[in-house]
């Protein structure tokens, strides 16, 4: 795979599915702008692993609206002809139906930002910028959530997850004549940092009995598969969603 004509800004790409993404986009020969929200440790690593020339790092907190328009046009400066985006980030956060109204409220906030208008936020930028180019793609990580639901105190992560689902989906339709293309990836448990950090050794083990395969996704898979609709011999596949999830749902 050739990808040396795409120009990919990544976010969440400093660790877990977003490292591997990146370290598979540069692998094929594209040029990666991977964004980190506070591990710079950890982007810097990436880019020393994957090389310099490949790989650019810029921090943004995505709960700030403000810092997400920074990024985008920090990316831009750049690589003026980037016509990739990969909305990769996004956040767990409890939020009980017990909790108080002030907590509740929060964290609902919170995470939809995160995950939802913050991709949604660059999703229109880099249509814009798009459009002026020429075309460009977009794929976002939603979730196995978005379909199978989540749990009752992670109702704001998969309501997030449902609604980059179909924004994906609205992209595509809407703005193919312009030669935007948009897809989907929905991971199930995927063996991240992420995981291991939300869950301990016990409710792993019941996630993986779980899955007929009988082992998470490692990051990897989702990064190739993400380098694969970076490839343009793929076009007609917008719009559609790719699941991740080891036979987990199927639908």
């Given amino acids: 795979m050739d990808l ?31 964004h980190y929200g506070s591990n710079r440790g950890a982007a810097e690593a990436l880019r020393a692993e994957v090389g310099s020339d490949r790989c650019h790092i810029l921090q943004a907190d995505l709960a700030r609206p403000e810092d997400v328009d920074r990024l985008w046009a920090e990316a831009l400066g750049l690589l003026p002809d980037l016509n990739v985006l990969i909305n990769n980030a996004g956040i767990f956060a409890s939020a009980p139906v017990d909790a108080s109204d002030q907590a509740w409220r929060e964290t609902w906030a919170r995470v939809m930002q995160v995950n939802l208008q913050a991709p949604a936020d660059l999703c229109r930028a880099a249509i814009l910028h798009f459009r002026r180019i020429g075309g460009g793609k977009i794929i976002n990580v939603a979730s196995r959530a978005a379909f199978r639901g989540e749990a009752p105190d992670q109702m704001p992560y998969g309501a997030s997850k449902g609604g980059l689902v179909t924004l994906t989906k609205t992209i595509a339709k809407g703005y193919a004549p312009d030669g935007v293309l948009a897809f989907c990836i929905a991971p199930g448990f995927t063996n991240t940092e992420m995981v291991s950090d939300a869950l301990d050794a016990a409710a792993i083990q019941k996630v993986v009995a779980d899955i007929p395969l009988g082992d998470m996704a490692e990051p990897d898979e989702i990064g190739a598969l993400a380098a694969f609709l970076c490839d343009d011999r793929v076009r007609h596949l917008s719009g559609a969603t790719f699941d991740v999830n080891g036979a987990s749902y199927l639908r």
């Fill in 4 to 34: 040396s004509g795409k120009s990919v800004l990544v976010t969440g790409g400093s660790r877990g599915i977003g490292a591997a993404i990146v370290r598979a986009l540069a692998a094929a020969g594209a040029r990666v702008v991977a």
